[in-house]
């Protein structure tokens, strides 16, 4: 089963494509200078449509166009999840599950999760999906993991390709099937998951949901 900190991790790192419109800021500049997008962030996360709150979340995080502070991260995170900004609302869901800068709380991260799943956010649903499978947080729901395995698998997230197939292995929450279980391990294998080319390979010489295959 593929971790749940592996994908916060990855969560917690997207404020690099975020970012990528306003340019490398701070390449070649002076501190001052690096703090302008900062500076035109904070004065549009003041306004009432708070679209650059989490631009401004990001900046205080990388420190890269503003002075590192996690305080502010929060803050303003908390004011974009608050608006319905799904990004916001996962990164949210991240700083509960781990406990960076609020009280470590699974409940609250799944809360926030929710919030943002329900906008079609994939790498929520992938985390959702985990902490039901996990039983953090929420009482243990098989069902419920394999729901949303399913719905950010067909968003082409493999790792939730590679859990729904995991699932549909061994019959949890699902009636087992090796053939679906083969079929959602293709898919990730094609994006190369290694895990999944991993249990792939031991389908095929073991000839589960199809003929054994020892090339």
């Known amino acids: 089963m593929k971790a749940l900190i592996a994908s916060v991790v990855i969560a917690m790192s997207l404020g690099v494509a975020m970012l990528g419109p306003f ?13 302008k997008p900062a500076a035109l962030w904070q004065s549009a996360a003041q306004s009432e449509e708070g679209f650059a709150q989490p631009y401004l979340g990001l900046a205080y995080n990388s420190g890269k166009t503003a002075p590192s502070d996690f305080s502010e991260v929060v803050r303003w995170h908390k004011l974009a999840a608050a608006q319905g900004d799904a990004v916001a ?3 949210r ?3 509960y599950y781990l406990g960076r800068g609020v009280s470590q709380d699974f409940a609250e991260a799944a809360r926030w999760w929710r919030a943002a799943a329900n906008q079609g956010h994939a790498n929520t649903r992938f985390n959702l999906g985990n902490i039901y499978t996990e039983g953090q947080g929420e009482l243990q729901n098989y069902a419920e993991a394999v729901r949303w395995f399913k719905l950010a698998a067909a968003q082409e997230h493999a790792g939730a390709q590679f859990n729904l197939g995991i699932m549909y292995f061994h019959g949890y929450g699902t009636e087992q099937s090796f053939s679906e279980a083969l079929r959602l391990y293709r898919l990730a294998a094609a994006q190369s998951d290694p895990d999944a080319q991993l249990n792939l390979g031991n389908m095929y010489y073991h000839g589960q949901g199809t003929p054994k295959d020892y090339a």
């Open 23 to 35: 340019g490398d800021v701070t390449a070649g500049n002076k501190p001052a200078e690096a703090e």
């Open 89 to 91: 609302q996962n990164k």
């Open 93 to 95: 869901g991240v700083m």
